[in-house]
């Protein structure tokens, strides 16, 4: 089973600034099949990336994924009041689909 | 308008039994690999067990094998989660969740429902 981290637990930062979310895997994801979820409080995930930079649906552009490998990043640029909440790194490369523990991002 | 719909929720005394359902419209649900995923209160998400566009292949996570079965209704566009040997630490939100694309032997989940809440207590 792949075991996802994710860093930082918590994000403390201000609206327009920059928000960079670490996803960490013990071992190789398969062709980097890793996305990424958004999830407010009493809402279910929404999908916002999908293997290899791709934005799902209505997603804005300011979200961008990075890395390879073992190594992920989510990029919120100018951060907008709506983008505050939790967000997950999942791999779906091999079974089990294992999530990470998620990174909260606060408004400072 | 696409959407998921999970039922069955509720309160259960540890060991006992409980069946969630998760009825899907506006796709073709039978075209699509479909899973259920928890989450504890306060906690993170956790992926719980995954069947095939056909049935004919099921993924459980460790923590629910050989307690709770996932089957689907193809004929009723209906995933069904059947919970036995309940455990306090079964409580969780149980969200169903599509594969984003058909037929696709693995993928993201672009479609959730809205989930429903299972609370195994005394």
């Known amino acids: 089973e792949i075991v996802l981290t994710q860093s930082p637990g918590t994000l403390s930062l201000s609206p327009g600034e920059r928000a960079t979310l670490s996803c960490r895997a013990s071992?190789?994801?398969?062709?980097?099949?890793v996305a990424w979820y958004q999830q407010k409080p009493g809402q279910a995930p929404r999908l916002l990336i999908y293997g290899a930079s791709n934005r799902a649906t209505d997603v804005p552009d300011r979200f961008r994924d990075s890395g390879s490998g073992t190594d992920f990043t989510l990029t919120i640029n100018r951060l907008e009041p709506e983008d505050f909440a939790v967000y997950y790194c999942?791999?779906?490369?091999?079974?089990?689909?294992?999530f990470g523990q998620g990174t909260k991002v606060e408004m400072k | 308008q696409v959407q998921l719909v999970e039922s069955g929720g509720g309160v259960v005394q540890p060991g006992r039994s409980l069946r969630l359902s998760c009825a899907a419209s506006g796709f073709t649900f039978n075209n699509y690999g479909m899973h259920w995923v928890r989450q504890a209160p306060g906690r993170g998400l956790e992926w719980v067990a995954f069947?095939?566009?056909?049935?004919?292949?099921?993924i459980y996570a460790d923590s629910v094998k050989g307690r709770f079965t996932i089957s689907r209704d193809n004929s009723k566009n209906t995933l069904s989660l059947q919970m036995n040997s309940l455990r306090a630490e079964d409580t969780a939100v149980y969200y169903c969740?599509?594969?984003?694309?058909?037929?696709?032997?693995?993928?993201?989940?672009?479609?959730w429902g809205l989930g429903t809440m299972v609370t195994v207590s005394t």
């Open positions: 071992q190789t994801v398969y062709n980097n099949y």
């Open positions: 999942q791999q779906y490369g091999s079974s089990p689909r294992t």
């Open positions: 069947l095939w566009y056909d049935g004919t292949n099921k």
């Open positions: 969740a599509r594969d984003m694309r058909v037929f696709s032997p693995t993928d993201a989940f672009d479609i």
